[in-house]
């Protein structure tokens, strides 16, 4: 991961100072680090990682790097990892086009590696990803919307660059198309799992920790997982101010949300789904022969579900 930050800060360097700076902002930001974490661990399950595995895995961060650019200004977010974002900092223009640069950087990138198959799982990854964002922001307010619809935003947003990651690590291996198969598979039913607990924590966790404000998303307007499942089994004055909360926005009743949300058993429900999305991702590298890397990938499945950040 030390070389992985290497390719990064070199990759971002440029020769305009504002470019320079919001990047190094971003890069020193931290983040957990999962999706770069995927593709060396998945290219360890066939053999010793190698330098090209290594810009593969800059390439899939700094496409996430750009992604939380522009999200940050659709949303408005002024937190992010417990610091504040770059649109905070710098604003939206220069958050905007710095993100513009970060994601076309990444396609100089992936053009250096000289391998059409992986243009091609980055391409389409990219352009669902984008349809996804859009998606999101076609639901914001609409309590109406349905589990498997938001299970679709959160498919194409989040979980989309979880399995290009991993199928990366099988791809620049030269795996069998079986294994490539099996390592997609577990990309995205973890990156399912990972973004059903964020949605948990956005409403339950504690701000310090999860490094951004408690009830963002409601704030917002997104309607998420628990607070459709509260919605639908809460009683008739939850219903009402669960369902005002995602068509108006703001979080002046969020205390009687998140009341809403733990006495409906919403965020229980919500947990036994990632840890079904968990449990697929076990039976999907179950064939891979016994290695340190594969035990990674299963404690890093566990850790999606069981994490308080």
Known sequence: MQLVD???????????????????????????RLRPILVLLSAGLFGNIQPQHHKLAAIVELIHTST????????????????????????????????????????????????MRVMEVLSNATNVIAEGEVLQLLNVNNADISDSDYLQVIHYKTAKLFEAATQLGAIASQASAED???????????GTAFQLIDDILDLSGNSE??????????AEGKPTLPLLYAMRNGSEEQKSIIRNAIEE?????????????????ALDHVRRIAESEVSKCREAIAHFSESPFKQALIELADFAVKRSY
Request: proline share 1%; glycine share 10%; charged share 15%.
């Open 209 to 218: 920790e999860i490094g951004k404000n408690l009830g963002d998303d409601l």
């Open 68 to 115: 939380l650019l522009h999200d940050d200004v659709v949303d408005e977010s002024s937190k992010r990892r417990g610091q504040s974002t770059a649109n905070a900092l710098f604003g939206n223009a220069a958050s905007v086009l710095v993100g513009d640069f970060v994601y076309s950087r990444t396609f100089q990138m992936m053009v250096s590696l000289q391998n």
């Open 180 to 190: 490539e198969t099996a390592l997609s598979s577990y990309g995205m039913h973890l």
């Open 6 to 32: 290497s390719v990064i800060r070199q990759s971002l360097h440029s020769e305009v100072t504002l470019v320079n700076q919001v990047a190094e902002y971003i890069v020193n930001s931290g983040g957990k």
């Open 249 to 265: 926005g703001g979080i002046e009743h969020l205390p009687q949300v998140i009341a809403a949300v733990h006495s409906t058993g």
